[in-house]
């Protein structure tokens, strides 16, 4: 999750492996790349494991797998939420086990004790004879993040909890499997996509089973029945070291996991070196305002408590983690108080699950999560960052109640990475208590058509030329302005060959609502689509040409969303609804990897090789009417609306930009 490369795991019996090294950004380097290879799944069946083989030190150049894919816990579905503690730990010359992620909350100890694994919403599958002895190359749902979870072993956690407990029968167990999989998966374990993937989860796995042995034995030294282990351990350090994932959240992990070797193992090498990646990794991980280089909100937060893990294993056995790691981490705090919307939860942009931010006690992250109720309000309102994110609210809930406030996310910036979205220009919008603008979410690592939509333009609040090869490109924050009771923002970019797209966009407050001005010109005609994903529940009906209204039944609140006539006049097909639809996908919302629903979009459509168009989206109460009227003066166009009793006038200067006049 650090880097300019891409993380793509096939879900069929081939899988492709692009191990990316960029220069600038993220890494410094050359380009490696693996061809595709086969999981052979006809070899190493129950009851024949591989014969092991002697550890060979190979001497290759450091090659990351893509970083797009399940190697991390997906932040809110595997990752249990606990901040790191608020201050130093004491120095016990010890790494503590970190847990499981909540993988192993699928597993039960029964489960488990009869070699059966289980991970997101597919059925448990036996993968084992029932005695420890595992087929690792079972794929039941050829899905890559169940076979990696699978070789993770962190389903291992509630046998090795057991264990620890004086549990004879778990700790055999457990250890049973987990010397299966050093004996069927000998270093080095490379040519297996998600046995590689896998690594560093697996890693503090058997650096958790090393301690249950000690503690449910009630011995100081491990015993030489275990000796293996140490050797495993060792193993899977230098598989790190020689396959470090670099600077990224994925590399990390694994420097978290190689210092817990060496903290285990009496190792100052090992320790030294993770040390220094992770002095290294930091400033590219988290930039100097905060933002994280996933360009996902989700994974923003999975940075947060990862570093806040990070800086913890470091203070127990002995390390200095110096000052960057608590500084980076404040001001990610205050961005991720800012990412966090009026309904309490944080913007699902980029590849984001549905979650609520994790507070520390005391920061601005507390605040927000405990609703304004405990920690420090933000220092500011609204918040433009460098690397390509707006967030702005109407306020902290100091004159309406916190879930009041309406809240607004705005994409610019870098071209797609990581777990970033082809989101640019998009806008997400809650106001009224409830979301009115959403993001697609995130629909998992499958390489399937849902994943391509949820990744497009077309899953997101933008103008879209679907007529065109539009590709993943820089977008320019031409200017910003922010006021008390309004902020506008001009945006542009060159999204396909010959084709140039422009958006203002004017956010106010008292009436909140957002109006924005869409422009597109091509060489030739293409097709333009201004598209308004909203959430599942609303029902949308089209009045005209210009105007349709959302809302969900029985609410106290709905939407109008206007199409004002601008230099063009709408068609008598101005205005279309999609929802669920299957092909093309469009019409969709992902609460979480496991679970989509069907979403109306709302299109306001032109044809011609220019378009211009302007939409105001206002949010207003069940029983308040919107209506507008337009005038042009002195050149200048200009807006008066009206919601329920409020007035507001909203002028367009002839270069675009949108300005409130009162």
Known sequence: MAAQSKRRLGTTVALTLACVLVCGVAFAGAVFVLMPGARDRSTAPIGSPTPSTPSQRPTPKPSVPDTTSSEEPLPGVDTPATPPPSTPVANTGTYECPGFSGIDSN??????????????????????????DINWRSDPYHKPSWYMWLHSLRWLGNGITAGQRGDR?????VMAIIHDWVQD????????????????????????????????????????????????????????????????????????ALFGVGCTLKRPELKKLAVDRLAQGITVAIDPQGSTNEQSVGYAMFNYLLWGRATTAL?????????????????????LALATKSTGELQQVGDAVRQKPTGAAGTALDYVASLGKKGTRPSKRVAVYDAGYVFGRTGWGETRPFAQESTYSIRYGAARTLHGHDDHMSITYSSHGRDV????????????????WSKSQAAHNVMTIPSAATASVVTQLVRASITPTWESYSLADSPAPGVTRKRDVLVLKDPDLIITLDRGQATDTQRYETLWHLAPDQK??????????????????????LQIPYQQQP???????????????????????????????????RNGTTATILSAIVPAGSTETVTYKTRTVSGMFFVDLTVGTRKTTVRVQQDGR???IN
Request: glycine share 8%; net charge neutral.
């Open 437 to 452: 603008l959403i993001d697609p979410g995130h629909s998992g690592y499958q390489l399937d058509k849902w994943q391509a």
């Open 185 to 256: 998966n000998p270093y080095s374990w490379k040519g297996d996509v998600g046995a590689w993937e896998a690594t560093m989860h697996r890693t503090n796995v058997l650096l958790c089973a090393r301690q249950a042995v000690l503690t449910g034995l009630k011995v100081s030294s491990l015993p030489t029945q275990y000796a293996w282990l140490d050797k495993a351990l060792v193993d899977h350090a230098q598989f790190m070291i020689v396959n470090w994932s670099g600077n990224s959240n994925h590399g990390t992990d694994e420097s978290i």
């Open 571 to 605: 068609a008598a097909d101005g205005i279309t609804v999609v929802q669920g639809q299957q092909d093309p996908v469009q019409g969709w919302y992902y609460p979480d990897i496991f679970h989509r629903a069907p979403a109306p979009v709302v299109k306001f459509n």
């Open 107 to 132: 597993v039960p100890l029964p489960m488990l004790m009869n070699d059966t694994f289980s991970w997101g919403d597919d059925p448990p599958y036996k993968v084992g004879n029932g005695n420890g």
């Open 540 to 561: 949308v009906t089209v009045q005209s040409p210009t105007a349709a209204v959302a809302a969900k039944p029985g609410d106290k609140s709905k939407t109008y969303l």
């Open 169 to 173: 029968k778990a700790l055999t167990h």
């Open 658 to 660: 949108l300005t409130r």
């Open 315 to 335: 203070q127990r056995c002995g390390s200095n983690p110096g000052p960057v790691i608590a500084q980076r981490r404040a001001a990610l705090s205050e961005w």
